[in-house]
């Protein structure tokens, strides 16, 4: 069992920035396929970023390109989404997830265990 504790989150100004934090229980953490998804309310939940369990390869949905960066610490346990440039439709709550092996996938259902959510407000 993994359990995901994001922080991080807050009341930011639009152009403001904010670093999400995941901390991963687990001694296989390095192994695991990371991903950060977001969900505004009467919004589906949406993908917002992935990276593999080395780092070496990361994914990002059109809507952040650019102005965010996802990436981890093994040592850790931790993996990060640093968001610059935010925009008040950037406004979710945030969460981050694993899956145990393989590809980092884009979807929901591709991943097995799931933080409690860190909620982001952009102010205009």
């Known amino acids: 069992q993994v359990q995901l504790v994001e922080s991080g989150g807050g009341l930011v100004q639009a152009g403001g920035s904010l670093r999400l934090s995941c901390a991963a229980s687990?001694?296989?953490?390095?192994?695991?396929?990371m991903g950060w998804f977001r969900q505004a309310p009467g919004k589906e939940r949406e993908f917002v970023a992935g990276i593999s369990w080395s780092g070496s390869t990361t994914y990002y949905a059109d809507s952040v390109k650019g102005r965010c960066t996802i990436s981890r610490d093994n040592a850790k346990n931790t993996v990060y989404l640093q968001m610059n440039s935010l925009k008040p439709e950037d406004t979710a709550v945030y969460y981050c997830a694993a899956r145990p092996i393989g590809n980092v996938p884009t979807n929901l259902a591709g991943y097995d265990y799931w933080g409690q959510g860190t909620q982001v407000t952009v102010s205009s």
């Open positions: 687990g001694r296989t953490f390095s192994t695991y396929p």
